[in-house]
């Protein structure tokens, strides 16, 4: 375990599910028992690293998901935050409400329940020591760059690595990264290249190809089977 420094955990759940097909937000779903933010927070919960967690809520009957959110009572749990129109302004408002004292801030979306206490240790040790740090996995498949219906090339997979979350960034350089965006109008759903552009290098620690992010019904029902063996 590495240096001991005051984390925080901005957990992204604002999304409405327009796209998931059931009516409500996919984050709130039922997976074997239990809504699929539940299992993510859970495992921030269990993980000694992380002093507290803001929570991004949707801002469509927040109230209610709030209320929903803190009867399952996470300790760690310190604020609630409506989130934005769009994922970056959503996660702006979370890192906006970290306590003070935060050293380093971790970003994670609330619709990946299978992230585990080591791979959030290890992405705190990497923003520790490089200011910023992300998971990734090596593409399986050979990846196509195309323009229209015709392939213009192969990149070579040796180079390209497919994200995950946590991303972890060391506080000041996170909100400055966002600062600068804000100021040259540029918005993104990927915390890693706002620092990227403003001018930062990033780690990438090995992440997991179980660490998946639940965005469709498909995803849901895979998750189910991942899940089931494990115990509950």
């Known amino acids: 375990m590495g240096k001991k420094v005051h984390t925080a955990a901005v957990v992204v759940?604002?999304?409405?599910?327009?796209?998931?097909g059931t009516g409500y937000p996919k984050q709130f779903a039922d997976l074997c028992g239990k809504p699929v933010l539940w299992r993510t927070l859970a495992v921030f919960e269990r993980c000694a690293r992380v002093d507290d967690i803001v929570v991004v809520l949707p801002?469509?009957?927040?109230?209610?998901?709030?209320?929903?959110?803190?009867?399952?009572?996470?300790?760690?749990?310190?604020?609630?935050?409506?989130?934005?129109?769009?994922?970056?302004?959503?996660?702006?408002?979370g890192l906006l409400s970290v306590a003070p004292e935060t050293e380093i801030i971790l970003v994670h979306d609330g619709v990946r329940p299978f992230v585990t206490e080591q791979l959030i240790d290890a992405v705190i040790d990497g923003a520790v020591r490089y200011g910023a740090c992300i998971p990734g996995v090596m593409p399986k498949d050979t990846i196509k760059s195309v323009n229209?219906?015709?392939?213009?090339?192969?990149?070579?997979?040796?180079?390209?690595?497919?994200?995950?979350t946590p991303q972890g960034f060391q506080k000041d350089i996170l909100i400055s990264a966002y600062e600068k965006a804000e100021?040259?109008?540029?918005?993104?759903?990927?915390?890693?290249?706002?620092?990227?552009?403003?001018?930062?290098?990033?780690?990438?620690?090995?992440?997991?190809?179980?660490?998946?992010?639940?965005?469709?019904?498909?995803?849901?029902?895979?998750?189910?089977?991942?899940l089931k063996p494990k115990s509950l």
């Open 183 to 226: 100021e040259q109008g540029r918005f993104s759903t990927d915390d890693a290249s706002l620092v990227e552009h403003s001018g930062n290098d990033v780690f990438v620690v090995s992440g997991d190809y179980g660490n998946i992010k639940i965005t469709s019904p498909e995803d849901l029902l895979l998750a189910a089977t991942l």
């Open 13 to 20: 759940a604002a999304g409405k599910g327009k796209r998931f």
């Open 148 to 164: 229209g219906h015709f392939v213009r090339n192969t990149p070579d997979r040796k180079s390209l690595i497919l994200t995950q």
């Open 59 to 93: 801002p469509d009957d927040f109230k209610q998901h709030a209320t929903l959110v803190r009867s399952w009572q996470f300790a760690r749990i310190s604020r609630y935050v409506k989130g934005g129109a769009a994922r970056h302004f959503s996660v702006w408002n």
